[in-house]
């Protein structure tokens, strides 16, 4: 019961905190990325990876505490964390915010709820729907 209590707390955090505006890069209009009419073919810049070992959508994030809820699962954003965008190969988290359709690999060498990687995808992305620009 502890544990739950625990959880719900930190959950509360998480709503409480929010990045501040000026923090929050704005979305770029002019994305590499491009989708054929007719067609689910979403093209993603060279530099995404064919598969991406999680997908999701951001629920929370606090990057002050290094926190993220990504589909209702709680992941930790480490400092050197490498963050991908659709119109950028580097970026950083500010770039991140709640909403955002993302791809993630852990941190390979723990075995725990760190994330190694981020990429911003489009809204409309899935697993099956990729194609390599």
């Not at 067609?39 to 598969?51: A, G």
């Not at 950083?92 to 075995?111: D, Q």
Request: net charge neutral.
């Amino acid at each position: 019961m502890k544990f739950i209590q625990t959880k719900l707390q930190q959950i509360a955090c998480l709503l409480i905190l929010t990045v501040p505006a000026a923090t929050v890069a704005a979305e770029p209009s002019n994305l590499n990325m491009e989708q054929t009419p007719g067609s689910t073919n979403t093209i993603l810049p060279n530099y995404y990876p064919e598969m991406f070992e999680h997908t999701g959508i951001i629920d929370l994030i606090d990057i002050k505490e290094g926190r993220v809820v990504i589909n209702d699962m709680y992941w930790r954003l480490p400092m050197n964390i490498k963050v991908h965008n659709l119109n950028t190969e580097f970026s950083t988290v500010h770039t991140l915010r709640n909403g955002m359709n993302v791809g993630f690999k852990r941190n390979s060498v723990k075995k725990n709820t760190d994330i190694a990687e981020i990429w911003v995808l489009p809204n409309n992305y899935t697993q099956s729907s990729r194609n390599l620009e």
